[in-house]
């Protein structure tokens, strides 16, 4: 159902927008807690493709205590995606096992706080783009399979998915990957070869998940049919591409590419934003956004005091007010011991006004290891 109207403002409540499509457990529970009654815009609902079942996950670990099984996870991660390039290039089969005991690490982690593998995912320095941008699609596609409720076998699909869709990348000639600019016509059809040598690669590895090479061709196609390889639209799609399809552009547009500069995490969200219904799921866009926050964890922010911090963790019921860490003081020099802010508290700059935040920068923009952030916090 779509959500069209409430019994008291918006702002006093925990969703992020004025409308939104009702889809998790997690938003009719609080609908509950904040609502006597609400409006539903009928021509606007849609019903959901099959039922889906939901799955809540608690969280069972401060961002504190998993921040050292999410390196582990990470580290493992990103060795294991330097080697699956390696492997591609030179024609060798994808180590399964491998896969799929990375993958279960970084669900677990995941599982256990989101938080913390996507601290390591975004504040650590970036290695070839190819390999650092599966790495991260894949923990945030797990995370919001987590967000969205879906069964822990789901949940690893994504991830499984994530590191894979763009394996093909490797198949493409290397001055078509690293040339700076627009593609020509010819170039542009060269590269979405791609999709079809993922595929093929991913169905000549025995040991991955049933229909992963299928669905890892869906990235790529957009809600309205311009998207390729076949120009699917809508529902078509199903839920799991439209996901695949929301995450890699978001993860593309904040890093840095060959032939584009990264945008800061907050443009990036105002872009899939303004897509919304036009290339990607509506409903999948604005669960997303809830998903990592105006703020996502892992970005970096500047203060009201011109201080830059950290996000480190969202707070569920104010999306807006996440728990920053404050790693640079107004002059930009490193601040020791660093600040831990909970800007859902309130707390003060000084004595007429409170913490607030300005706005994100580009991540990598103040280099930052992200275990420094639970050393010397006070």
Known sequence: MYIAELDRPWADTPFMFQGFMLGTQQQLDALRKYCSTVIVDVERSAPLEAPVPR???????????????????????????????????????????RLKSAISSMTESVLRNPDALLLFSQLRAKGEYNESHALDVSIYMITFGRFLELEPGQIEFLGYLGLLQDVGKVRLPRDLLEKRGRLTIEEFETAKLHVNYSAEILRSTPGLPGDLARIAALHHERHDGSGYPKGLRGTEIGMIGSIAAIVDTFDALTVKRPYADPVSPSAAISMLYKWRGVFFDANLVEQFIRCIGIFPVGSLVELNTGEVGVVIAQNLTKRLLPRVMVIRDAEGHPMVPHKLLDLAREPKASKDETYRILGTLEYGAVPFDPEELFMKAK
């Open 55 to 97: 799955v809540h996950y608690p969280e069972r670990a401060p961002v504190e205590e998993e921040i050292k099984p999410a390196k582990s996870a990470y580290s493992a991660g990103r060795l294991l995606m330097r080697d699956v390039m390696s492997a591609v290039r030179i024609g060798r089969t994808l180590d399964a096992e």
